[in-house]
Nanobody, 127 residues
Framework: QVHVVESGGGSVQPGGSLRLSCAAS????????MGWYRQAPGKERELVAR???????YYAESVKGRFTISRLNGENTVYLQMNTLKPEDTAVYYC?????????????????????WGQGTLVTASE
């Protein structure tokens, strides 16, 4: 089993900053990628930013230059630094992690692929 827990959401004024954290734990052989998605009321869930195991990153056009995703080598934790927040950034932010479980025989060989979501954390940017 793999657990994904987000933290760091909150309410700020436009122009403010927040830092989200996402930690994955459990029977993990390795993590291929970690990413942040968001869903605003009445809208579909959209990709905000993601980082792969090699360190490559991707950002949605709407957040480029304002948000930074990072993951420390060897850690199953990803961060999203959000600066210059705008009202349109208001949403529930979800972390998604995908990788491989440990096998039934232990964590020296990979088991099945997994994809897990966190429970979400609310970010609000308003006056």
């Amino acid at each position: 089993q793999v657990h994904v827990v987000e933290s760091g959401g909150g309410s700020v004024q436009p122009g403010g900053s927040l830092r989200l954290s996402c930690a994955a734990s459990g029977s993990i052989y390795n993590i291929i990628g970690m990413g942040w998605y968001r869903q605003a009321p009445g809208k579909e869930r959209e990709l905000v930013a993601r980082v792969d195991r090699g360190g490559g990153s991707y950002y949605a056009e709407s957040v480029k230059g304002r948000f930074t995703i990072s993951r420390l080598n060897g850690e199953n934790t990803v961060y999203l630094q959000m600066n210059t927040l705008k009202p349109e950034d208001t949403a529930v932010y979800y972390c998604k992690v995908h990788g491989y479980y440990c096998s039934a025989g232990g964590c020296s060989v990979p088991g099945p692929h997994f994809e897990h979501w966190g429970q979400g954390t609310l970010v609000t940017a308003s006056e």
